[in-house]
């Protein structure tokens, strides 16, 4: 009997592995928020299953996902899939790493004395009240979609889905949280990021983001190689209209995304920035986030570019403001940004320009001040229906600029899952 339980099993597990041949990448719904703009993952990171079903928000910057859970330290047998959660020891590899990412305004872990090796103690750190609270590290399950590009294809793979290592978070860490988040969605270079964890072993570590303009509608988020398929052009894989720039560092520890652009211009007049100049791509901040120096010969630069529309009264945060009905079928001049590999990414007016209300389009850079720690980082309002490419494994981003212009967008991915 014990026999014909293996035979069975080496049968399924071939069949099993036929059926997900051409599912060699995993999909993820993205969510913007309606209140705060920031953009979210269902708590599952698959379509939300209830609606009560809490958000974590996506930050390219985390060191690894936490969430508002609790870990169980039971005596009697409990899988994972029952969803029962485990302490990970201190002296595990993952541990370290995640000491390594230590943030020394966030209290500190020397509690070994109380509770010795049996847990990795970790400082989950929310970004938007800049708060952290001591936690631990644990380990859970995830049931991914995973796709051929077109559509979410069965799942799980494997079947009891993906194990990974994230860490649990007190509540009051996530009591100010807006709009249903309750923890973090880690998409950085860190090893204990969510790309990193659930690549695929026979794919590259690439991920995919394209963040939604829209709150009716989603976004997508790709783990792995691709191809990549929206509904409006069934034939066109975005891969194929992807411009590529090296992604940089700046060192071992620095876990954002940046790349090097050689220049700014508007309506092909440059603007005067530092050489060689770094952009941070941050899902923390809504608008592009200038220094002082770049972000008034921006303003300079836009405002005689567009001197034949008649300025209104500035809203805050913004600085420039334009009346929106004089703007036209024609828009407003493309920023374009030349990147280190003289690739152009160009920023049109559906990313640069935020209809405030009262008439007025503004111009939607924001004024950091002079002593920013990163002279430029790009928001999501710049990101948004924009399809980028990380390439961890060489280092490179690929970016695709406005999608609308190929008359697509970011809410165009057809989750609409297929049978098995």
Known sequence: MHLVN???????LSFSQNAYSRYNTSVIPITKDESTSLHKVAY???????DGEPYLFLDLEAPFTWKDCILKHIDIACGLEEGCRFPVRCDKPLCKEAKSYFNPTC??????AKYGCDICAVTPFNPVTNTCKISQMTTDLVNLYLTDGRNPGPGPNPPFGNEFVLSCAPKSLVAHFPGNMTGVAAFSWSGLAFPRQLSFLDIAPKFALCLPSVTSGLGVAFLGDGPFYFTTSRSLDLRSVLSYTPMVRKSSKSLGYYIKINRISVKGASVNIPKSSSVKLSSRVPYTVL???????????FSKATVNIPKVTAVKPFGLCLKDSAIGTGGVPKIDLETESGKVWSISGENSMKRVGNGAA???FVDGGSRVADAIVMGTFQMEDNFLLFDLGNQKLGFSSSLLSRGTSCSKF?????AK
């Open 6 to 12: 293996i035979l069975f099993f080496l049968i399924f």
């Open 44 to 50: 599952s990171f698959r379509l939300r299953s209830w």
């Open 107 to 112: 209290p500190s872990l020397n509690i070994t």
């Open 291 to 301: 220094r002082s120096d770049i972000y008034n010969a921006l303003l300079a630069g």
């Open 362 to 364: 503004c111009l939607a």
């Open 414 to 418: 057809n989750f609409t899952e297929v």
